[in-house]
């Protein structure tokens, strides 16, 4: 069992930035990978970034792509996400999440936090 706790969401002009940060703990010697995913109001949940644990690998949506890092601190057992150009259409609850190794799908998840981008 691993926990996420995410941390670092708050109100941001439009343009501006912001750094969300994820401690997980747990079985953590089994991590694949760690993600970020958000749902904004009347949404489902959409996929934001991920980073492979043992290669470093990332990939962003679209949508995020140039605007949004995704880093870590291993040794820390964090998952950071760098936000930056901010649009008011990023606001949402944004959620970290843990993927075990051999699982098909990311399956640990924080409660989130929320994201609101002012025009």
């Known amino acids: 069992q691993v926990q996420v706790v995410e941390s670092g969401g708050g109100l941001v002009q439009a343009g501006g930035s912001l750094r969300l940060s994820c401690t997980y703990s747990?079985?953590?010697?089994?991590?694949?990978?760690m993600g970020w995913f958000r749902q904004a109001p009347g949404k489902e949940r959409e996929f934001v970034a991920a980073?492979?644990?043992?290669?470093?690998?990332?990939e962003y949506a679209d949508s995020v792509k140039g605007r949004f890092t995704i880093s870590r601190d291993s040794a820390k057992n964090t998952v950071v996400l760098q936000m930056t150009s901010l649009k008011p259409e990023d606001t949402a609850v944004y959620y970290c999440?843990?993927?075990?190794?051999?699982?098909?799908?990311?399956?640990?998840w924080g409660q989130g936090t929320q994201v609101t981008v002012s025009s």
């Open positions: 980073l492979t644990w043992n290669s470093g690998n990332t």
């Open positions: 999440a843990h993927r075990r190794l051999g699982a098909a799908d990311f399956n640990s």
């Open positions: 747990g079985r953590t010697f089994s991590t694949y990978a």
